[in-house]
């Protein structure tokens, strides 16, 4: 699956819009992203599973584990396709971490998945919480990749698709100099 092709499946669920937005962070973007739209569709999630899995076939892979909530779908479906075991981290006292009982072996080798990187806060907080645990992280892999490329997590990276579209403060926002009306998508009810 090549990235165009990931792109359009995002595109056909509404899950990839283009235009004028303001993101929850404020930020104004040309594209919006809402990844829940494309998983929903689990033949979506499965497609893509598999090739992110492609990709770390022969690295011996054990565990894979994703932020939740919005890594879960794609990071079970991963580790589905490895043949590897599953977990999440999930925030407590505001502190990312391991709960439900979930244990890592030592030195477990371990694929940090998320849907979106954008600024790799949740993934890089994902990779410190199971090193703390004891796993080997030997990557992280996401979907798309919308910072261009640039985040760094201190692991070897991957995405299926990268966008080259930055989001900006409104200050600098080309399509707010033209006097178009930024579009909060959560908000939005005529489209989609
Ligand atoms: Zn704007």
Known sequence: MNAEQVIDRFRATGALLEGHFQLTSGLHSTVYLQCALVLQ??????????????????????????????????????????????????????????????????????????????????????????????ANVAAAASIIDRSGGSVDLGVPRTALATLKVLSVDPSVCDACKLGEPAVKPGSRKEKN
Do not use: C
């Open 41 to 134: 569709f689990p033949e979506n999630a499965e497609a893509f599973g598999r090739a992110i899995a492609e990709q770390y076939r022969d690295d011996g892979i054990r565990l894979v584990a994703s932020p939740a909530i919005g890594g879960i779908v794609i990071g079970h479906e991963v580790a589905r396709a490895l043949g590897a075991r599953f977990v999440w981290t999930e925030r407590e006292s505001g502190q990312m971490t391991l709960r439900r009982g979930f244990t890592v072996a030592p030195g477990e080798k371990t694929l940090v998945v998320e849907d979106v990187i954008t600024t790799g806060g949740s993934t890089r907080e994902t990779i410190e919480a199971l090193k703390h645990a004891g």
